[in-house]
């Protein structure tokens, strides 16, 4: 009798803990699934306060750190002591290390930019100002975590050109590749930040592209929106070392292209980063025109113009691999020219992965895995290409 009580007791609870089990399953799971969001999306302090609409835009003034920011349609400023830099996580979420003003005024410019044995690389291009979507499509694919930090270990992320323009979320978009750059290196990763037309166009004061709300930062500030990035502001000095020209194992990178007529110049890629960086930026118009080399890298057989991969009257396969075989290259990858989708021509010779992420509906990024390349979609799947 006592023995059988004490099964019927086992069985009992063997029956309890088999049903609690499964019964909290399912909730864990839940918990654990990372595309249960939307709830997610505003766990990140990063730039998540409503009354902050612009900024902070960072300037070295006179042996000061100044920073200003619209805060409920008002200039706000601060003068930066002692390194002191807790306002911008207080304003904008985020740390700013103080040794990164250092950094940035010390760091060299590498004209040569060439890496090899990247195993896991992810492209996006023309993302022009839509950082919701930026943000989506990082991280669906694994590239940054809820916190927007980086977790794509010793990956490589380049961010092929056009941040700039159009739409009404620049700064952030600025910041955070800024910030994960630094968050890359420390993890053996790396994030290229290219020039596009259109940071060439800021830049160079043509401010024909700038969302309104940015014109109206710049009024508050009583200036011109190209001044927020002048050589005196910390992203502007950082884009200024910027390159044009990328090549990452067997894939060269450029905003546009490179066409046949670069080629005949006989332009090397160091050459090219070069021009743009001390002779095209901050540089007049006229005396860029003067030069016909600079003339033409700016112009629109340039490359962050060139649209002849995509035109009615194409570059022919021929073409193509005579630009392969002078950068040494198996594949040229560009932005610039707006597609539904990441295209490929001449199998793969030529990657466009300009997918309209400007428009602000869906986009795409390129995924580089396993010696493949997919289109990574924003709801998080993968096409092979
Ligand atoms: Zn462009």
Known sequence: MKNFIS?????????????????????????????????????????????????????????????KWIQNNHLKEKVIHENNFKIINRK???????????????????YIQNYTGVENLIAVSDVHGQYNLLIKLLRKHKVID?????????GHLVILGDVFDRGSKVTEILWLIYRLEQQAKEKGGMVHVMLGNHELMVLNNDLRYVHEKYTQSANLMSTTFNQLYSSNSFLGKWLRKKPVLVKINDMQFVHAGVSPKIVRYGFTQSEINECFINKIIDKSKK?????????????KDGPVWYRGYFSESKITEQEVNGLLNYFDAKHIIVGHTSMPNIVSYYDKKIIGIDSSIKNGDSGEILIFKNNEFYRGTSNGALIKL
């Open 7 to 67: 099964r019927y007791i086992y069985t009992i609870l063997a029956f309890v803990f088999i049903f609690s089990s499964l019964s909290f399953k399912p909730l864990s799971n839940k918990d654990d699934n990372i595309n249960s969001e939307p709830s997610e999306k505003f766990e990140s302090t990063f730039f998540n306060k409503k009354s902050i609409t612009d900024g902070p835009y960072i300037f070295y003034e006179n042996d000061e750190i100044l920073v």
């Open 92 to 110: 904008f979420g985020f740390d700013f290390e103080p040794n990164w003003i250092v950094q940035n005024n010390t760091d060299s410019i590498n």
């Open 146 to 154: 809820k916190h927007y930090n980086w977790i794509f270990d010793k």
């Open 287 to 299: 005396s860029v025109l003067a030069d016909s080399s600079l003339a033409l890298l700016r112009g």
